[in-house]
T-cell receptor
Framework: DTAVSQTPKYLVTQMGNDKSIKCEQN?????MYWYKQDSKKFLKIMFS???????INETVPNRFSPKSPDKAHLNLHINSLELGDSAVYFC?????????FGPGTRLTVT | EDQVTQSPEALRLQEGESSSLNCSYT??????LFWYRQDPGKGPEFLFT???AGEEKEKERLKATLTKKESFLHITAPKPEDSATYLC????????????FGSGTRLLVRP
């Protein structure tokens, strides 16, 4: 299936831990994104990469670090997790303007 | 500041009862406006892109329209399977890649 995929789907961890979320797209798109969706369902952009180059870096704590090993993959590493990091994180990819989203990773920090 | 406001926050309809969802936006210039559908526990699913005032797009029971200040998503004779959260997003002219999302309208269609 052509799609945007994310792993894991659920992530439960304790404060202070470091965790990673992986994203892969096989749509052949050049641009990929990370979004955070909070409990009120607001989707807010965090990062964007175009052909492995970082092009959007919103006001996000530097505990969050994206990495794009190639244009089909965009991973998100989070250091020293805090309670406020609990949210659903979505990866997306885009051929031009419209964006196609992955299924999301629900992160719960206890 | 670029902003997107959706109303109502939640909408309950009887099956077959047509209605409209509103998306008001404030941007310095509009490159495009997007509608998405999001089911619980899933990622947003792309529905439509609108680029200029007066443009309309249709898909099954959904029709999206665009003016210079707002967009409407009209739902004609909805079915229970249309129940979802509908998200609106704008792509500002001064941003190559960034979408700004509204908080969505939660639609519940009762049989």
């Amino acid at each position: 299936d052509t799609a945007v995929s994310q792993t894991p789907k659920y992530l439960v961890t304790q404060m202070g831990n470091d965790k990673s979320i992986k994203c892969e797209q096989n749509l052949g798109h050049d641009t990929m994104y990370w979004y955070k969706q909070d409990s009120k369902k607001f989707l807010k952009i965090m990062f964007s990469y175009n052909n492995k180059e970082l092009i959007i870096n919103e006001t996000v704590p530097n505990r969050f670090s994206p990495k794009s090993p190639d244009k089909a993959h965009l991973n998100l590493h989070i250091n020293s997790l805090e309670l406020g990091d609990s949210a659903v994180y979505f990866c997306a990819s885009s051929p031009s303007y419209e964006q196609y989203f992955g299924p999301g990773t629900r992160l719960t920090v206890t | 500041e670029d902003q997107v406001t959706q109303s109502p926050e939640a909408l309950r309809l009887q099956e077959g009862e047509s209605s409209s969802l509103n998306c008001s936006y404030t941007v310095s210039g509009l490159r495009g406006l997007f509608w998405y559908r999001q089911d619980p526990g899933k990622g947003p699913e792309f529905l439509f892109t609108l680029y200029s005032a007066g443009e309309e797009k249709e898909k099954e029971r959904l029709k999206a329209t665009l003016t210079k200040k707002e967009s409407f998503l009209h739902i004609t004779a909805p079915k229970p399977e249309d129940s979802a959260t509908y998200l609106c997003a704008v792509h500002p002219m001064d941003s190559s890649y960034k979408l700004i999302f509204g908080s969505g309208t939660r639609l519940l269609v009762r049989p």
